[in-house]
Nanobody, 124 residues
């Protein structure tokens, strides 16, 4: 199983980016999907997730600015990053968990499959 996060880049504060998580072999709509990020010198943290049944969670630091969504036709899960701040700078990862619950988990230990990350840098 391979997941691939893409869409990162270098942007200015206040700009937007759209990250995408694509998968080979598995159908993402059958999995719980989480987005995580890791800034230099810091531990990886949960950013957002969507359960198989559509339950969504956002970290307080991104609530109101980031939007997670599924595109089942394309077998992708996107994370729209709006009003970006310098503190959003990190490598962003997507992960998949074979769970079928109403709510999703922000704990990385619950995710079985991980992809390579994509770098998001917010700087003026």
């Amino acid at each position: 199983v391979q997941l691939q996060a893409s869409g990162g880049g270098l942007v200015q504060p206040g700009d937007s980016l759209r990250l995408s998580c694509a998968a080979s072999i598995i159908t993402l709509s059958s999995y719980e999907i989480g987005w995580f990020r890791q800034a230099p010198g810091q531990e990886r943290e949960g950013v957002s997730c969507v359960s198989q049944r559509g339950g969504i969670w956002y970290a307080d630091s991104v609530k109101g600015r980031f939007i997670i969504s599924r595109d089942n036709a394309k077998n992708t899960v996107s994370l729209q990053l709006n009003s970006l701040k310098p503190e959003d700078t990190a490598v962003y990862y997507c992960a998949a968990a074979p769970r079928s619950f109403a709510s999703c988990s922000s704990e990385e230990g619950r995710y079985s499959y991980w992809g390579r990350g994509t770098q998001v840098t917010v700087s003026s």
